[in-house]
Structure formats: C-alpha cells, structure tokens
C-alpha cells in the first residue's frame, strides 16, 4: 500500500492527514479530515493545533446541484446596489486566479455556531444533507451567515486549480468517500505559515500521513485519463 492509498484509508476511518501545497504556491500545509467523519474532536485539534481558517471544502458538482456560489460572484451581483463591493475584487491574490470562498453556514438547530460541538454538527449536516440528495432541504436546514466557510472546488478539481480545495476533494473522491472535506492552514508560533520541517515533524509525533500536493496530482490525473 503506497502512501496516497494509507491516506485515503485514514480518511476512510475517520483519522487526519496532513496536504503541503507546494513551495511556489501558499507553502502551506494543511489539516484534512474526510467531512462525513468529522468530530468535535477534530474541529478543537485544528483550532488549537492548526490556528488557520477552518473550513469545508465541497466538490463542483454538489455545489451545482445546490446551487452554492463563489463569493466573488455574490459580490459582483451585489455592487450594483453597493458599488464598494466592485472595489473588493480579488483580482490580486499572489498565488492564485480566483478564490475557492463561498458562502458561511450554521445548522439551524446550533446555538452560536462556533463552538466545536456547533461547528462539527453544522458540517455532518451538510455531508448527511449531500448523502441522502437532499438538496432542496439546504435552505431548511441552514442559516446565513455562519460559522462554518463554505469553499467551493473549482471545476475539473485539480487539471485546473491546484489549491487546497481542489486537492482534498479530489483526494477524498478518489477514496470513494462523499467529496466534501474539512481544512485548516497549519500556522507557526512566528506568526507565519508553518515550515515544512516543522508540519512534518507534528505529523511524524501524532503518525500523521504528511502528503505533497504534487503526489495528489498526479495520482488524480493518472486516474482519471
């Protein structure tokens, strides 16, 4: 079993990996759990352990099918009445074209929405929500805007975006689990994204699998020629 199958098997049963983007793009390196095996627990390692954004990253074709927007497509319709917004366009992100950022949920049966009880239910929800292809209950079920940032995977997953989003997602499709899954950025004690030496070593402690998003690529591309 190579390492991308031990990943996908530790996705499978509920456990964190860790996804290094690359050197020339953020240099990050991510916490990553399979969406429909989230836990509270999970959510409070990455507030602590992490420190970056947490959020929830959904494949394309649900998004579609929900009918779940990139931000920056909410803000363009939006500057027509509040032209500030048109101002806001992202059209600068050193490391990327576009952002993946969509809309913030919260379950409606959460209290505030941000505590890690609150947070890991609000996410099963929507996994169960996509599992059972109740799509027409999202509205019903959720609240906006929340705690729980919602990304949205660009189209073709990682032939055309190679962030994060796209990576994970692709990486949980391939391991035949609902794509849909939760990360947080890895930051250090400097203030800084934390260095590829140091992630590593936190994933060597905990025998976390460490994988480079080039690995992820390529593995997807080969599968899906």
Do not use: W
Not at 16 to 29: F, H
Not at 51 to 74: E, Q, R, W, Y
Request: one cysteine or more; charged letters at 30%; hydrophobic letters at 35%.
């Amino acid at each position: 079993m190579n390492i991308l199958e031990r990943a996908m098997n530790d996705l499978k049963n509920g456990k964190m990996i860790l996804v290094y983007d690359s050197d020339d793009r953020e240099g990050e390196a991510d916490m990553v759990v399979a969406s429909e095996k989230i836990t509270p627990a999970h959510i409070r390692t990455m507030r602590k352990d992490g420190g970056g954004l947490i959020c929830t990253a959904i494949h394309p074709d649900l998004c579609n099918i929900i009918g779940i927007p990139f931000m920056v497509d909410i803000l363009n319709y939006a500057s027509e009445k509040y032209p500030i917004l048109k101002g806001l366009y992202p059209d600068d992100i050193p490391y990327d074209e576009k952002s993946s950022f969509s809309i913030t949920i919260n379950h409606r049966s959460t209290f505030t929405g941000i505590t890690d009880n609150d947070r890991a239910h609000t996410i099963k929800k929507f996994v169960d929500l996509c599992i059972e292809k109740r799509f027409n209950d999202f509205t019903k079920e959720f609240r906006s805007p929340g705690h729980v940032i919602l990304l949205r995977a660009s189209e073709g997953l990682v032939k055309k975006r190679r962030g994060h989003t796209e990576m994970t997602v692709a990486l949980a499709e391939l391991a035949n689990l609902t794509p849909v899954t939760t990360i947080c950025e890895m930051m250090g004690e400097d203030g800084f994204a934390m260095g590829k030496s140091e992630s590593k070593k936190y994933a060597e402690k905990r025998n976390l699998i460490y994988l480079n998003g080039e690995d992820i690529i390529n593995y997807y591309l080969e599968k899906e020629q």
